[in-house]
């Protein structure tokens, strides 16, 4: 089997329409409509992981327009919870590595609480919020609840630990996993290919490639001014 280049099918998945983002089930009670997804970006040092997650953010910019994004890059767990949020439309909470990153229980059972935070915050019941996780180590990413229960991963290249390469592989497949490889080694003489990347979502495995953005529109949470309270 040959893997095609998928990059529409990826990008409609993680941009669904404002239709779908606004749209409230009407009904005679309180609800939260919020949509999140959650996804990691796997790669080695170099591979051109924060240019992918850049580029992500462009995407969003040119769907939504800038005024309705939101896009933060954290230092912590804590920091994306506390500090990344603000009343845009659209919440593009960044974390560019967290292997090995100490994580308090707490802060994990407010990260996946984060539609109802972002809810008071907003004083809005619909919207849409995109977490992207940067790893170098599939398994330095603590704790596993992190990496057990996401939306997609984005693998920018394979592994050399044992145990990462197997996980690698059960999520790609031995198509997938060879592909990669291919792209790995097409890199070493051709700097476009730091462009392209193996994707799976649940269901689907493809090829992506996004060039450069042309303008970084992520910013530190250094300067936002709405803060959840602990």
């Known amino acids: 089997m040959t893997l095609e280049d998928n990059t529409p099918y990826l990008l409609h998945f993680l941009f669904p329409s404002l239709d779908s983002i606004t749209t409230i089930p009407k009904v005679n009670y309180d609800i939260n409509a919020i949509k999140c997804k959650i996804g990691v970006i796997y790669s080695a040092m170099g591979t051109g992981k924060t240019e992918l997650m850049r580029s992500l953010v462009e995407k969003a910019i040119n769907q939504y327009d800038i005024y309705n994004v939101n896009a933060r890059s954290c230092v912590t767990l804590e920091d994306l919870i506390s500090n990344s949020l603000d009343d845009k439309l659209i919440q593009i909470p960044i974390l560019d590595d967290i292997t090995l990153s100490i994580i308090k229980k707490g802060d994990i059972n ?25 790893a170098h180590r599939f398994h330095g990413v603590q704790p596993p609840e992190l990496r057990t229960n996401l939306d997609f991963i984005i693998f920018k290249s394979s592994a ?32 476009k290919y730091l462009s392209s990347s193996l994707f799976w979502t649940r269901g689907k495995v493809g090829v992506i490639s996004l060039p450069m953005a042309g303008d970084n529109y992520i910013k530190s949470t250094n300067s936002v001014v709405t803060n959840i309270s602990h």
């Open 110 to 134: 407010r990260f996946f609480k984060i539609r109802h935070l972002w809810k008071d915050i907003a004083k809005r019941n619909y919207g849409y919020i995109l977490c992207l996780i940067g």
């Open 160 to 191: 050399t630990s044992p145990f990462d390469r197997n996980i690698v592989k059960l999520y790609l497949k031995e198509d997938g996993f060879s592909k990669l490889e291919e792209i790995e080694k097409l890199r070493e003489t051709d700097k």
